[in-house]
């Protein structure tokens, strides 16, 4: 079945994750792809790895991770014909995507103001690693270095003299989510403008988008938060916990969960140190310390039975294969199968998000480099005339 962007064509001019990751998830909704890489290699990810797949290892994982539902032609942006041709596909699609360093696309004849002479419907995602104005607008911007940068390593990790890197690379990819919902904000507006705009968004951007409560606990309260290791910052009992055969997770985010958690592990919840989240979080070494004592009696299959019967939320903590594996994830559509052109049939990680009525949707495996030249061209041959 057609998604709810069946009649959007995005022109992908992106590479490497932020921006791929966006077009992807537009693509998941229906939308045309049109990926454009260059000849020479096309998207840098393509050569990201290990893991590399295929009879000649040489299919990155990393690469099938971000272009799913997409087409990919081989253009040359510096060549008159390359440029020619994408004059040609601007004229056609409602959404350009970039993520070149600032001014980049400019030199490559095609500012802002040239892209809506070209098409004056055209909304235009720009990404890029610290903003394209401001005292450091023109710095590159990878992942790692963004969360660094945008204080999130700060607060992740065992304790405040050691940051860590969130495991996933959630700077880029928060950085699409926010381009893709940002485009399709400006796909709304344009329906009562008849005019496209840019949206812009960054790796910094993104991160600063997600400090929530960290973010106002410095702004508002005055403090400067740090790593606290697998527990809340502002809640407890919520975070990892040791029993007789690894590790748990409980989250008693009220005082109902937390009586529920001390009646089973036979701590008095009324205590002056645990009456309330207040007093519970001011003494939570303590806590923790009474906690895993009462938890180390059992493995955790019988403690996530009892919690769960008590309603509390609690839960496993869970491997890659594990998750895919689980029933759960896969009866919520979190894992899709393609037929690659190579690899054959695949299952890849699928999109976040389901909407009543679409559950038939087909996806394509992410492309070679340039196998949909001849079509794509064919197609836009059809459509200007």
Not at 261 to 275: M, S
Not at 367 to 383: F, S, T
Request: proline share 6%; with cysteine; hydrophobic share 40%.
């Amino acid at each position: 079945m057609p998604g709810p962007l069946k009649d959007i064509v995005v022109l992908d001019l992106s590479r490497a994750l932020a921006g791929p990751h966006a077009a992807q998830m537009l693509g998941d909704l229906g939308a045309r792809v049109i990926k454009v890489e260059h000849p020479a290699g096309g998207d840098e990810s393509r050569g990201w790895g290990p893991p590399f797949v295929g009879p000649d290892h040489d299919i990155s994982t990393y690469f099938l991770a971000a272009n799913r539902n997409k087409q990919s032609i081989a253009v040359d942006l510096k060549s008159p014909d390359g440029k020619a041709l994408i004059e040609r596909l601007i004229r056609q699609s409602d959404v350009l995507i970039e993520n070149f360093r600032t001014g980049v696309l400019d030199r490559l004849g095609f500012p802002v103001e040239r892209l809506h002479e070209l098409n004056p419907r055209l909304v235009v995602l720009s990404i890029t690693g610290f903003g394209h104005d401001g005292p450091e607008g023109g710095r590159p911007g990878y992942d790692q270095i963004a969360q660094g940068e945008a204080g999130l390593m700060s607060l992740t990790g065992p304790s405040a003299d050691e940051p860590y890197r969130v495991g996933a690379s959630i700077a880029d990819l928060l950085a699409g989510i926010h381009g893709a919902y940002g485009v399709t904000t400006a796909l709304y507006e344009r329906e009562h403008t008849g005019k496209g705009r840019v949206v812009r968004t960054s790796l910094l951007a993104a991160v600063t988008g997600v400090h929530s409560y960290h973010g106002t606990a410095w702004t508002v309260g005055g403090q400067v938060p740090v790593a606290g290791g697998n527990h809340h910052a502002s809640i407890a009992p919520y975070g990892a916990f040791r029993c007789a055969d690894g590790m748990l997770q409980i989250a008693a985010a009220n005082d109902v969960q937390w009586r529920k958690v001390a009646t089973l592990l036979g701590i008095d919840p009324g205590q002056p140190r645990y009456a309330t989240n207040r007093d519970r979080f001011a003494h939570r070494d303590e806590l923790i310390t009474d906690m895993e004592k009462a938890l180390m009696a059992h493995d955790r299959a019988h403690w996530l039975a009892r919690l769960a019967e008590a309603g509390v939320p609690a839960g496993a903590i869970r491997s890659l294969d594990e998750v895919y594996s689980w029933e759960q994830t896969r009866s919520q559509g979190l894992l899709v199968e393609v037929d690659h052109p190579v690899l054959g049939r695949v299952e890849l990680p699928g999109p976040p998000l389901r909407f009543d009525g679409l559950t038939a949707m087909e996806h394509t495996a992410p492309p070679a480099l340039g196998q949909d030249g001849d079509a794509v061209l064919r197609w836009l041959g059809e459509r200007e005339t």
